[in-house]
């Protein structure tokens, strides 16, 4: 996997030395020497990793660069890695505390540094690849201004629930008594959770199960797959601290666990993820948007046309038949012109709900604009299509519609054109202009009817 990553040290030898060890990896290497200069170059090249030394000499020290750095919007999802030669708890727990991915102790052993470096870079590609995919829907204008913010300013790190996979009972004790405080610890074949959990501290020294295997089952299962690992290792055990992290654990934590290390292991952690899940969430969100109709919920034009012609298709190379019926709510502008557009809009909610209770799961309501819908029948004849209307039709004058800003209950009718795919060289266009000159003909033949138009009797 090829990066840049940025190294920031006061020492010239340093520099050169992490530079070999990275180029040589194929990395694209850049050097800053103070914290300031780090921070402006950070801000600028928006490099995918950043490897920053604690003690520079004037402005500021690592651990106020690593600060400004996550307070930053376009420099704070840009994993941070401190490199000290202060190996004390206080240090590396300041260091998690400033926001940093990671602490490694100089010398740094090339292999850790190497695996932590492709960890962190896995991470940083699926953060990117989200982001990407949130600036194109900002480009095409489907994530809207209330879509806006960035999550990470929203986000406030709340009580969580920690699943801990463990069999060392002084160990939990532990782990409970540092994360118990802040969040709901579940202990794996201890009292049922029921909420799915944001973290989980898997320990891979445990000789009742295989942590290893538990990691790669989760990183493999779907409903797993995105949960933030933090695996338990032994302080001298490099080779599984290493293999943890190649099979998808997020970070590691040695033996004896430090309550305030995995306090702070533990935020960073959650709050990634919640970072993670909000970005989804607005995707799922911005997804949903580019195919609703905003004022009716109903799907809209788009989708309409996305559906519609590979089920035409589809009949034609001998597939299921699909039906369409053109709806439309008749003397609509009467409607808005004596109540007005408020009114108007909530007939047309309204009419939207009967519609819906009104159509099969898989049939798609969709809103064409104004007071005009469409519903797609796949696998449905014409004749079957034609019954649904008329159920559909009955429905919508069966009981006025009560509009909360009037005393009165208002009458709608429509009236419908249904047509069928019949064909082979029939089409989604072909087959909406059917049931459109149906429609016609149902509104010249008095409104409030179905009328449905075989490919012998189009115009």
């Given amino acids: 996997m090829s990066a840049r990553i940025l190294v920031v040290d006061d020492l010239e030898a340093n520099r050169r030395l992490l530079e070999a060890k990275l180029t040589a990896d194929y990395y694209d290497v850049l050097m800053a020497q103070r914290g300031e200069e780090a921070v402006q170059l950070a801000k600028r090249e928006k490099p995918d990793l950043i490897l920053l030394d604690v003690m520079m000499p004037g402005g500021i020290d690592g651990y106020e660069a690593c600060r400004r750095l996550k307070a930053m919007p376009e420099t704070r999802h840009i994993p941070v890695v401190i490199l000290t030669t202060l190996d004390d708890r206080d240090n590396k727990v300041r260091g998690l505390q400033a926001g940093a991915e990671e602490f490694l102790t100089k010398p740094i052993d090339d292999v850790q540094l190497m695996a932590r470096v492709k960890s962190l870079l896995s991470l940083k590609v699926v953060t990117d690849e989200l982001r990407a995919r949130e600036a194109n829907g900002r480009r095409l204008g489907v994530i809207g201004e209330d879509l806006r913010p960035d999550p990470l300013e929203q986000l406030r790190l709340s009580a969580g629930n920690v699943l801990v996979v463990d069999d060392n009972p002084t160990q939990i004790k532990r782990i409970t008594a540092a994360l118990g405080i802040e969040h709901r610890i579940t202990v794996l074949g201890g009292e049922a959770n029921s909420a799915p959990p944001d973290l989980v501290v898997v320990s891979v020294t445990s000789r009742n199960f295989d942590g290893f295997r538990v990691i790669a089952r989760m990183r493999s299962g779907e409903p797993t797959r995105h949960l933030p690992i933090l695996a338990i290792v032994d302080a ?30 533990a935020r960073t952690l959650m709050r990634r993820k919640r970072y993670m899940d909000a970005l989804r969430s607005r995707l799922d969100q911005s997804l949903e948007l580019a195919i609703t109709d905003q004022l009716t919920n109903l ?51 309204e009419f939207a709900v009967r519609l819906a209770t009104n159509t099969r799961p898989s049939d798609y309501a969709c809103r064409m604009g104004g007071e005009e819908f469409v519903v797609i029948m796949p696998r449905t004849p014409g004749d079957i299509a034609c019954l649904a209307a008329e159920r559909l039709r009955r429905n919508i004058c069966a009981a006025p519609f009560s509009i909360p800003s009037l005393s009165e209950p208002i009458d709608v009718t429509v009236s419908i054109g249904v047509a069928c795919s019949e064909r082979a060289d029939d089409s989604a266009d072909l087959l909406l202009k059917r049931a459109d000159e149906a429609l016609y003909e149902a509104k010249q033949a008095g409104r409030n009817r179905v009328i449905g138009r075989t490919a012998s009797q189009a115009a």
């Fill in 299 to 349: 799907y809209n034009r788009r989708f309409l046309t996305a559906q519609l012609g590979p089920l035409v298709q589809r009949a034609q190379c001998g597939g299921d038949n699909v039906s369409v019926m053109v709806i439309d709510i008749d003397h609509f502008k009467r409607c808005n012109d004596t109540f007005g557009h408020d009114v108007g809009d909530a007939v047309l909610r």
């Fill in 236 to 265: 001298d055990d490099q080779k599984r601290a290493i293999r943890a992290l190649e099979l998808g654990a997020h970070d590691i934590i040695v033996r004896p666990i430090d309550e305030d290390e995995i306090i702070a292991r």
